[in-house]
């Protein structure tokens, strides 16, 4: 099926520097998040379901100097490190407390504050490992996600 082609899938296998670690952990990120950066710059699989994203590390900083939210109220009252994006303008945000990857769907953000009271607001993964095996499992069934 060409419209199923998952040729554009990538995952930039290059370790994120030195100093692009040292700004994710100023930004909150822990051991868990630091070592998916030490293992790889970016993911980026336009094939899978809408698609998913691991931005680089220039780019999330560039995010949250944008606005992009830190912290999010209501529902679920988190700080928050965006990372990642998904093909329909949610964001893939690490909670540095829990360890937990939660999926923010589009919102009002202001201040860097998220309302958390949408029923899309959702925990996606217990971890970052959990995160990035339900990307593999999109990956390998890219029309079931």
């Known amino acids: ?25 100023e930004l909150g990120g822990t051991a868990q998040l630091l070592e998916l950066y030490a293992s790889c710059r970016s993911i980026d699989l336009p094939d899978a ?5 691991v931005h680089i590390v220039d780019t999330i900083v560039m995010d949250i100097q944008r606005g992009a939210p830190t912290r999010t109220i209501g529902t679920h009252e988190l700080d ?7 093909g329909g303008g949610g964001r893939f945000c690490f909670d540095p407390k829990s ?10 953000v202001e201040d860097h504050v998220y309302e958390s009271d949408s029923d ?20 390998e069934h890219p029309l079931d996600a």
């Open 1 to 25: 099926m060409p419209w199923a082609d998952p040729s554009g899938n990538r995952v930039d296998l290059e370790p994120s520097t030195e100093d692009d670690l040292v700004r994710l952990e």
């Open 49 to 53: 379901g809408n698609g998913y994203f």
């Open 80 to 86: 928050v490190l965006p990372f990642g994006s998904d």
């Open 99 to 108: 360890g937990a990857v939660y999926l923010l769907p589009p919102g009002l």
């Open 120 to 139: 899309a607001f959702r925990r996606f993964a217990e971890s970052v490992a959990g995160f990035l095996q339900v990307l593999l499992a999109r990956c």
